[in-house]
């Protein structure tokens, strides 16, 4: 399995920007990179991904809009960024990379997941 290493993540006011980064490592052993997240009492939920080969991106619906992926292949890292942010975007976000499409949305699809980073956004 891939490790995973994120950084970013933080506080930030209603309507404010941050950006996640994931480094993955084994990049032969996946094709897809993406974030999920999971709020306190809530299952874990689908944000993004983008596949590594050719750079399209997928979103889910609530975050759709406000939300871009990236990727800089040279370094095997992807970049979350976040705009617009809303209290309800307040989660622990996870990393995460696989042979899946990139509009995978199920949590158990995904082979590797990173430790994690919390996003707080104060209304």
């Known amino acids: 399995q891939a490790h995973l290493e994120e950084t970013g993540g933080g506080s930030v006011r209603a309507g404010g920007s941050l950006e996640l980064s994931c480094a993955a490592s084994e990049p032969a052993s996946w094709k897809t990179m993406g974030w999920f997240r999971q709020a306190p009492g809530k299952e874990r939920e689908y944000v993004g991904a983008?596949?590594?080969?050719?750079?399209?991106?997928f979103f889910g619906d609530s975050v759709k809009g406000r939300f871009t992926i990236f990727r800089d292949s040279a370094e095997n890292t992807g970049y979350l960024q976040m705009d617009s942010l809303k209290p309800e975007d307040t989660a622990v976000y996870y990393c995460v990379v696989g042979t899946s499409e990139a509009w995978t949305t199920s949590p158990r699809a995904w082979a590797s997941w990173g430790r994690g980073t919390q996003v707080t956004v104060l209304s």
């Open positions: 983008i596949s590594w080969t050719n750079g399209a991106t």
